[in-house]
C-alpha cells in the first residue's frame, strides 16, 4: 500500500520535470513502451501464452483511452498547471465512472454516491472556478485544467470498458501490451504535433532524466505491480484507498520539492474533492447493487 501510495502519488511531480525538457508526448510514449516492452517479454519469457488478435485489439482500445488520453492529458496539461493541481483534477476519476455507468444503467447509486459526486464536482469548482465565484485568489490556468477533466474522463472510461474486455488471462502481460499500444499511440500524436522538431538530447536536463526513469521503473512497473498484486490479496476497499491518498501525496511532494504553491483555493479544494472520493469509495459498504464501482488507477499506470 505504502508504494501504491506514494508512488503513484510522487509520479505527477516526476511527469513536471520530465517535461522541463521534453516534448510531452513523445517523453510519455518512450517511457510507456520501455516500461511495455519489459513487461511484455518477462511475461512470455516466463511461459504466458502468445496473445490472440483478439487480445491486441481490446489492449489497443484499452491504450487509446488510459495513456493516450489519460496520461497523455496529464503530461500536456501539466506544461500549464503544477502537479499537485493535476492529481487534484485527475482525482475526478471516480466521479466519473460514477456519472458513466449511472448514464449507462448500469446500477443505480445510494444517495451516499450521488452526494459524493455532488460534493466532488462541487470541490472541482471551487478549484478552477473565477475569484469573482468563488472569492479566492490563485487562478488556475483554464486551458490545462479542461484538459485534465477531459483525461480522467478518457481514464474512467477505459477503465470501465477494460472489465469486460477479451484481455490475456495474465494481468501483468495485458498491461504490457496496453502499454505498447499506448506508447504507440502517443508516439503518433507526438509526430503530428510536431514534437520531434523540439527534440534536443543535449538540452534535457538531469531532472528530466530522472524523471523520465522514475516513471519507467517505479511509476510503471513497480507501482502497478504492487496495484495488481494488492487486488489479488487485500479488501478492495482498503487498495480503492490511493484514490484519495495519492492528490494529498502529490500536493505535498509538489509543495516540498518544486515549492509549488500551496495557497487557501488549492487547500480547499483538496480538502472537497478527496473527501468525495472517499464518500464514494465507502459507500460500496451500502451494498453491492447500489455501490459505485471502485476507482481505477487514475492518471498513471
Do not use: C
Not at 110 to 133: K, R, S
Amino acid at each position: 500500500m505504502l508504494s501504491v501510495y506514494i508512488v503513484w502519488g510522487s509520479t505527477y511531480l516526476a511527469i513536471r520535470f520530465a517535461v522541463q525538457t521534453m516534448p510531452p508526448f513523445l517523453m510519455a510514449a518512450f517511457r510507456f513502451l520501455a516500461a511495455g516492452g519489459i513487461l511484455y517479454a518477462w511475461r512470455r519469457l516466463s511461459g504466458d501464452a502468445r496473445p490472440r488478435p483478439a487480445h491486441w485489439r481490446s489492449a489497443a482500445i484499452v491504450g487509446l483511452f488510459l495513456l493516450l488520453g489519460g496520461n497523455g492529458g496529464v503530461v500536456w496539461a501539466e506544461q500549464r498547471v503544477v502537479s499537485g493541481v493535476a492529481a487534484l483534477l485527475v482525482g475526478a476519476t471516480p466521479l466519473w465512472m460514477v456519472l458513466i455507468d449511472w448514464l449507462r444503467g448500469i446500477y443505480r447509486p445510494a444517495w451516499v454516491t450521488v452526494a459524493g459526486v455532488l460534493v466532488g464536482f462541487a470541490g472541482i469548482a471551487v478549484l478552477i472556478g473565477p475569484a469573482e465565484l468563488t472569492g479566492l485568489h490563485g487562478a488556475i490556468d483554464p486551458l490545462g485544467a479542461v484538459v485534465l477533466l477531459l483525461a480522467s474522463l478518457s481514464w474512467a472510461a477505459g477503465s470501465l470498458y477494460s472489465r469486460n474486455a477479451e484481455l490475456p488471462a495474465s494481468p501483468l502481460l495485458g498491461t504490457g501490451m496496453e502499454m505498447l499500444a499506448g506508447g504507440a499511440a502517443l508516439a503518433v500524436a507526438g509526430t503530428l504535433s510536431g514534437e520531434w522538431a523540439r527534440v534536443n538530447l543535449a538540452a534535457v536536463s538531469l531532472p528530466s532524466l530522472l524523471g523520465l526513469g522514475y516513471l519507467i521503473f517505479f511509476g510503471s512497473l513497480v507501482g502497478f505491480t504492487a496495484y495488481t498484486w494488492l487486488l489479488r490479496v487485500a479488501p478492495t476497499t482498503l487498495v480503492s484507498t490511493y484514490a484519495y491518498v495519492n492528490p494529498v501525496v502529490a500536493i505535498l511532494m509538489g509543495n516540498l520539492l518544486a515549492q509549488e504553491p500551496l495557497t487557501p483555493r488549492v487547500v480547499l479544494a483538496a480538502a472537497v474533492i478527496v473527501g468525495a472520493v472517499a464518500l464514494i469509495t465507502f459507500s460500496k459498504s451500502l451494498g453491492r447493487k447500489t455501490a459505485a464501482p471502485a476507482p481505477a488507477p487514475a492518471g498513471d499506470d
